[in-house]
């Protein structure tokens, strides 16, 4: 077994760091509370092709579609600085531009994969609605057949990258209530009438990502718009968060390791009783917790990515990756708070935003109660 990373991989790391400590770290801080994405790193982004990463350089991509750990490895290291930005371009990839890659057909490709993958087009994944949050069956937006159109009525919320998107994944009700072809997944152009931008939320993290409630009221979308099967929305959903979770279970290993570097550069800098807090063992103790659980987070990530690399199925893996690393980033950043002590709470200290940032590596793409039904649901079946 090889623990070890290619050469490009590395290359990629380096690359990505060198990137967000130039770009995104002088304006983390301000983002977070203007509640804003930096427009000049958006551009900068855009060039570096971080929008295109998992898509292949024949429709404008980075070429990593057959390299999800390098992948991974970039949504960690701008989780690692920023989870505002991790969130944006990971859901953007992952569950908007890749399934488009892997279940589009070439029209879909041409059309909407181009200008994703080169950032002109931001992407979301509309999923959640009022009732449908964790039970994706209570989903109530219609899609009715009209010729060879399908009109969509009712709103989603909570939508990653909402007010920001122009290309939207649409998951709406084709079939009978409880069957299981009641879900379709449809390409959604921003621009087609009826479709509107509701509520901006104001949330508690991830402040500068935005999160919007979308309204559809009559928005006609044609035939040729469905991705996958008419009424195959429920499977192709799930397959869409596997992959999904990667991405996630990445961006919150990212914020892991910003707290742990952040609680040792701390720890190491800061005297109480005429030594080094470092020297204290309660303090070494969560150290070593918050060290361990990164590692365990980057091994279970890293191998739900490979499996998928590999074709294998990967979806029970890709939903422990997600739990351990949104728990340990929970964990680190609660500690790496706690070694801060009061400057802990202080907008001077990164550690502040990351624990805010935390909570949400734990609710969105399947709660944690949610992932651990997944997981025993492949144990027990
Ligand atoms: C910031 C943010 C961004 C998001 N981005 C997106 C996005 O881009 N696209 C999208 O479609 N959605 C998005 N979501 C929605 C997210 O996926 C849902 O919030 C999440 O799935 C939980 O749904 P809910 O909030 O309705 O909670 P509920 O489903 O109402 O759950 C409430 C509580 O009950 C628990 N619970 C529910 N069912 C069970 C069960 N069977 N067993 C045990 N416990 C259970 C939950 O774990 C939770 O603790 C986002 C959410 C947030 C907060």
């Known amino acids: 077994m090889d623990f070890s990373l290619t050469k490009k991989q590395k290359m ?45 350089e024949e429709y404008g991509g980075a070429g990593l579609h057959d390299d999800t750990i390098a992948f991974s490895i970039i949504t960690e290291e701008i989780g690692r600085v920023d989870a505002s930005w991790s969130i944006t371009t990971g859901v953007h990839c992952s569950v908007c531009a890749y399934p488009i890659y892997k279940f589009g057909t070439e029209e879909q490709k041409e059309k909407f994969l181009i200008n994703l993958a080169k950032g002109d087009k931001i992407g979301a ?21 009209e010729g060879d159109e399908y009109l969509l009525n009712g709103s989603k919320i909570f939508a990653t990258n909402g007010g920001i998107a122009e290309t ?29 931008v509701g509520v901006r939320e104001d949330k508690l993290g991830c402040r500068a990502s935005n999160t919007s409630e979308l309204v559809f009221d009559n928005v006609r979308v044609p035939e040729e718009n469905i991705l996958g099967q008419l009424g195959g929305g429920f499977r192709l959903g799930l397959q ?28 190491n800098e800061r005297k109480q009783f005429g030594q080094k807090i470092a020297r204290f063992q309660g303090i070494q103790w969560k150290i070593a917790d918050i060290t361990t659980a990164v590692e365990s987070s980057r091994l279970l990530t890293y191998k739900a990515a490979w499996m998928c ?12 990756a997600k739990l351990v690393a949104s728990e340990a980033g929970m964990m680190a950043a609660h500690q790496a708070v706690q070694i801060h002590g009061g400057y802990g709470l202080m907008k001077a200290y990164p550690v502040e935003r990351f624990f805010r940032d935390a909570k949400m590596g734990e609710i969105y793409e399947g709660t944690s109660e949610i992932q651990r039904m997944v997981i025993a649901n492949h144990m027990l079946k």
């Open 125 to 145: 994944f509309c999923l959640t609605e009022a009732n449908a949050g964790s039970d994706v069956g209570g989903v109530q937006m219609t899609a009715e057949k």
């Open 309 to 320: 690399d590999q074709g294998m199925d990967y979806g029970l893996t890709a939903s422990m």
């Open 168 to 196: 939207l994944l649409v998951v709406g009700k084709t079939g009978e209530k409880g069957s299981r072809k009641e879900l379709t997944v449809f390409i959604v152009d921003r621009d087609t009438p009826g479709y509107s």
């Open 12 to 56: 990629i790391r380096e690359k990505t760091r060198e990137f967000c400590e130039v770009n995104i770290i002088p304006v983390a801080q301000e983002s977070d509370q203007k509640q804003e994405l930096d427009p000049a790193v958006m551009e900068k982004m855009k060039k570096m092709n971080y929008f295109g990463s998992c898509i292949p």
């Open 240 to 267: 869409i968060l596997d992959y999904g979770r990667i991405s996630i279970a990445a961006q919150c290993l990212g914020l892991a390791q910003g707290c742990l570097e952040a609680a040792i550069k701390y720890a």
